[in-house]
């Protein structure tokens, strides 16, 4: 009788329920974690932002506009196909576009014909067809 006095009274001090049979496991509180999220729109407006210099890009390549969105960095599966006016001319597609086109690259232009090429604010760069007298493309 007295341990199971001494054992009620170590388990009542020190805060632990007991049940009969034993002391019962300690009951762990589930953590709750929030996740973290972002009041600006950030991540939306760059893909935005690309979707517009693309659409721009295949609209312009109809001859309504000789300005046309030729960054590097918009075109995904660039092949090497000849040289037109001493620059290179490639096939590529816009990223997120299945059309393919043949033009040149805006950094190609840039270092032999600046005048031809204009930068957007967002730093993406375009190419002047009308100034450097060679046509893009489309390729069906």
């Known amino acids: 009788m007295r341990r199971l006095i001494a054992t ?3 388990v009542a001090l020190l805060g632990l329920p007991a049940l009969a049979g034993g002391v019962a496991e300690p009951v762990m509180e589930p953590e709750v974690v929030a996740a973290k999220t972002s009041s600006s729109a950030g991540g939306i407006i760059v893909p935005l932002l690309l979707l517009l210099v693309v659409a721009a890009a295949i609209a312009g390549s109809n001859g309504s506009d000789d300005v046309v969105a030729s960054d590097r960095r918009i075109k995904t599966d660039v092949e090497w196909v000849g040289m037109a006016k001493g620059l290179p001319v490639y ?3 816009y990223i997120g576009s299945a059309q393919k086109f043949e033009g040149v690259m ?3 232009v840039l270092a032999k014909m600046p005048e031809a090429v204009v ?3 967002n730093g993406l760069m375009a190419v002047d067809y009308k100034r450097l007298g060679v046509r893009m493309k489309v390729i069906h």
Do not use: F, K, L
């Open 8 to 10: 009620t009274s170590v």
């Open 91 to 93: 096939r590529y597609r």
């Open 106 to 108: 805006a950094q190609d």
């Open 119 to 121: 930068t957007y604010p």
